[in-house]
């Protein structure tokens, strides 16, 4: 019966995944934000971990034990896989700290990347060294206990260095734009507390460990879909800088776009958000987003970003 659960639990933690992924690509394929892009790589490395650390813990686990491996050997294996996947999760933490300089505009000094790679030496140091020294000690409990309240841990820190940053440049921004950006913040520190607590469900009995899998990959998207509903407010979306309107013109003609679809493409290509091209063309904002379907549609693509740089390369 656990192993079902597991596969459940597996399918909708993929879903969970991909959509978090997909939901992030399509914001940095719409808006010219250095912050998207960092936020993107963020959730590609913390999933990663996710999959890598956890499922791959879990996975080994089953694997050995179905081949009758020596129990210790099962403890060991699995007790040092999580930290292989630290790299993973360290990245994770270093995007994080590049959002909330990018997220006001700041940038994230060179020299602090530097900083960052000799302490991941040094953390991945020291978990070998704690696995070596364990070797004598009933790992199933002592070190898995050690990696995960070490990882929890640091990982408080650095959203604790987070939001200290947030709130240092928080005056670089308009106050719309900064209200945004601090309740972006707010929630995905929200959503670390969230998954830290709930990680503490594996304790207390190993079958609701599924739910703390649940949290882990469903945290960062209520975060995510924040952003996005307010994204018009914050970011500015991509235009075509290079085009030319003969340009445009010989490309709209070849793909056999309308008259509207041509005003909408225009507007685009200006860097006109949806919502801004609803008001100036005085249609609904439904309409602009079929047209703006079927526009990519006849091109053969799927973002503005694509459309962007078809434009960009007409002649």
């Known amino acids: 019966m656990f192993a079902q659960v597991l596969i459940v639990t597996f399918v909708f933690c993929l879903g969970l995944t991909v959509a978090s ?9 719409t808006y010219a934000s250095e ?9 590609a490395a913390f999933h990663a971990f996710a999959f890598y650390g956890l499922w791959g813990q ?11 491996a020596d129990t210790a050997v099962v403890d060991r294996v699995s007790g040092i896989l999580p930290v292989l996947g630290v790299p993973f999760l360290f990245v994770s933490w270093i995007m994080l700290l590049s959002m909330a300089c990018s997220m006001f505009g700041k940038t994230f000094k060179p020299a602090w990347h ?12 020291s978990s ?15 070190l898995a206990l050690i990696e995960a309240v070490a990882m929890v841990g640091i990982e408080l820190f650095y959203f604790s260095v987070f939001l200290a940053l947030v709130w240092r440049f928080r005056a670089a921004a308009g106050a719309d734009k900064r209200r945004v950006l601090l309740t972006f913040a707010v929630l995905l520190t929200g959503a670390y507390a969230a998954r830290s607590l709930l990680a503490g469900l594996v304790l207390v009995d190993v079958r609701l460990g599924a739910l703390a899998l649940l949290a882990v990959h469903a945290s960062n998207l209520p975060p995510l879909l924040y952003l996005r509903a307010k994204a018009d407010r914050v970011f500015a979306p991509v235009k075509a800088e290079q085009a030319t ?29 949806n919502k801004q091209i609803a008001d100036e063309l005085f249609i609904s904002l439904q309409t602009v987003k079929d047209h703006t379907h079927r526009i990519y549609s006849k091109i053969g693509i799927n973002s503005r970003m694509q459309l962007v740089q078809v434009m960009n390369a007409a002649k």
């Open 35 to 43: 912050f998207l892009r960092h936020h993107f790589y963020y959730l």
């Open 245 to 273: 309107k003969l340009g445009i013109e010989h490309a709209l003609d070849h793909y056999g776009v309308t008259k509207r679809e041509r005003q909408i493409v225009e507007k685009i290509c200006l860097g006109k958000t």
């Open 114 to 125: 530097s900083l960052h790679a000799v302490a991941l030496l040094a953390l991945l140091a």
């Open 58 to 68: 879990i996975l080994t686990r089953s694997l050995l034990a179905a081949i009758d």
């Open 128 to 142: 070998w060294l704690a696995a070596s020294m364990l070797e004598a000690e009933p790992p199933a409990t002592s």
């Open 21 to 29: 992924v997909l939901v992030s690509r399509q914001l940095l394929s």
